[in-house]
């Protein structure tokens, strides 16, 4: 059955109206609410439009001009312009799209690098760092020994001095920097300065915001030395859900392995289109200026947020994220707060602090960001506005009523913002 792309929704409503009808309510969520996880992001039109395009319907296991599959041409000429635009960007020697997301894209560097068993020195998840940087939850943390770095209680600041004595001690085979909740930007060339001292490989696992780092906004891990560079390519990027690695070139041997056929097999060709397009999108000037106000937005938000008594680790941000301890400011936990702006039509995520007493399913803290926000042209006052609101939630968080004052300003705030490709 032939089938015209204009009546593929009405084609879904009827065959299959239960996941038509979610479709429905989630792109209503998304237009009359505010998104202010960090990890959360509008994708390019671009992209969307290639994720439902017939790239779906081809296998193509390998790399270009090295494939398992025949009828590959066009698909080589996506996946060779994504490598391209991936590594001019990131300014790498290699560069390779086909991971499916941020685990595998992380596991690909530590399963073909480091013997199992070996140490590994990463950040604390509690002090910003993430899963896949080794909590004892995950497989990796099973396989290697993670041992870990802290931040500054007071400031927020890495100890560099702290981390040398830990690197000297436990003599790691990676290092491996990036974050998930940190709210402040990286000083690299400290971190290879110490691995160049004790003979480890680096590892920059820039996922949350990758697409400032292309875009010039913050600092650019490959510029210090470093081997590996991860990221995912939505959030930041507006990108598909996937992920991309860039390393030097004595390394591109084995990450093309490790990924191919270590990991995964056939790589999702529309995914990887995408991300070719998204890559395309993100070398422009109009995606830097939105990089640079993403930031602006951040720091906007912070500062008005501390206005109304609310702390903030750290004390504010260098990047595109903030961490509220509410338990502090509000005497509720991380899971109440994201209920109350929930209910106010504001998405967050509960979060740990540094050092966390508290269970992660109710947490000291909320985090937040502004790269969703800022995909839908709001600017400074706009975080000034939304600072009001995510207060007034925080501090009446069990006022249904109230509640619902406030989700009614949130939604005349968005319906002068409309959602890019909804």
Known sequence: ????????????????????????????????????????????????????????????????????????????????????????????????????????????????????????????????????????????????????????????????????EVAKAERPKLIVCGYSSYPRDLDYSQFQAIANEVGALTMADVSHYGGFVAAGALKNPMDAGFDFLTTTTHKSMRGPRGGLIVCKAEHAKGIDASVFPGLQGGPHMNQVAATATALHLVDTEEFRLYARQVLANAKALAAELMKHNIHLVTGGTDNHLMVLDVMQSFGINGAQGEKALDHAGITTNKQVIPDDPHPPLRPSGVRMGTPAPTSRGMKEPEMRVLAGVIAAALKQHDDAAHLAKLRAETKALCARFPVPGL
């Open 1 to 164: 059955m032939s089938v015209n792309p204009q009546s593929y929704r009405d084609l879904l409503a009827k065959s299959d109206p239960t996941v038509f009808n979610a479709l429905l309510g989630e792109e209503q969520r998304q237009r009359e609410g505010i998104e202010l996880i960090p990890s959360e992001n509008y994708a390019f039109p671009e992209v969307l439009a290639l994720l439902g395009s017939s790239f779906t319907n081809k296998y193509a296991e390998g790399y270009p001009g090295r494939r398992y599959y025949g009828g590959t041409e066009f698909v080589d000429i996506i996946e060779n312009a994504g490598r391209e635009r991936a590594k001019k960007l990131f300014r790498a020697e290699h560069a390779n799209i086909q991971p499916l997301s941020g685990s595998p894209m992380n596991q690909a560097v530590y399963l073909q690098f480091i013997p199992p068993g070996e140490t590994i020195l990463a950040m604390d998840l509690s002090h910003g760092g993430h899963l896949t940087h080794g909590a004892p939850v995950s497989h990796m943390g099973k396989i290697y020994r993670f041992v870990r770095y802290k931040t500054n209680p007071k400031d927020g600041s890495i100890d560099f001095g702290a981390l040398r």
